[in-house]
């Protein structure tokens, strides 16, 4: 599905003024990189808005300085602020002030911009430790202390016999290791990343622990199913350290600001889910979560289990690859809770360092 030029120049203005939230700006800047067209069009908008953005400062001083030759008691524009902010925040990180970031951040209304963003899209992933390896290492060269990395955690489960698991690509992409692990399980596996989608935010990673057993079978199937407002489904992951079940059903075939590529769900979502499979009543895996509305009661999205496939089949093609897939589910029951008992064991916690 291809976005409209007038709205990449919406969205680029946008994430230029800082009315995007943090993870508007990840998904924006994935869906940029994920289109030649795209980056074109970010990089145009990028220079007229910086262009008008300069003469509008160049005029606000002049009536300043000039206008009446006086003083005027007048609201500082928001771009001088922001001009204004990047130099203190500098100056800061070279003292490695912590007090006077904040302060700052403060004074320039950076946490007052977040009061309308009750409706924004929010990662699934649970970030334990906020704070950027950036950061880490200033406070490290401050304090002499050990380095802080940012630790995600989620949800991941297997699209093949030996190894290959499917999970969000937001969870991965930036990590320097990844392990996975399951409920009652004491084993934990190291992984690499093999394959990524950042127009769909998925990603394939494999196994490398030679401690790994490959499955002789898969409970399940990966379908492409289109299912239809009102269906039963539920889900599996870990937004607590032992797996949690939740259950709702199809609130609209399409996700957030009308994208077809996902579902939005009544179903309850929480940090940890991300990367966990939508399953059918009938045990079919129909998406995988990625997101909530967080101005919304139980509206979750979910991306269509059509680009699961879509990037399963890739992955299998590449002859340098060595993919093993199920040629069938082997379990088929109406019996929800047997079912949830069989999968269970299926259905990995995936951390991110």
Known sequence: MMIEEHKIAELTEKYLNGSLSETEKELFILMVNSNEDYKIQFEQYKTIYNTFRHIAVKKEVSELLFGSGKIKKQRIPWYTGAVMSRVKLYAAAAAISTVVVIGTLFSTGYFSI???QSNSYTLLKNTLINITKRQASLFKNFENKEEQVNYASGTCFPVSLNGYFITSLHLVKNA???????????SR???????RDSLHDIAIVRITDTLFNQFKTLPFTITDKQLEIGEYVYTLGYSKNDIVFNEGSISSVTGYLEDSTAYQLSIPANPGNSGGPIISSNGEILGILLAKNSGEDNATFALKSLYINNLI????????????LPKRSTVRTSDRVQFIRLLSPYIYRIEVY
Do not use: A, E, H
């Not at 320097?176 to 004491?186: A, F, K, L, M």
């Not at 596996?189 to 394959?195: K, P």
């Not at 089949?313 to 093993?324: A, E, T």
């Open 114 to 116: 977040k009061k309308d």
């Open 176 to 186: 320097n290791g990844v392990y996975i692990s399951r409920s009652g399980d004491t």
């Open 313 to 324: 089949d890739s992955l299998y093609k590449d002859p340098n690859i060595d993919f093993v």
């Open 189 to 195: 596996y190291s992984t690499d990343v093999v394959i």
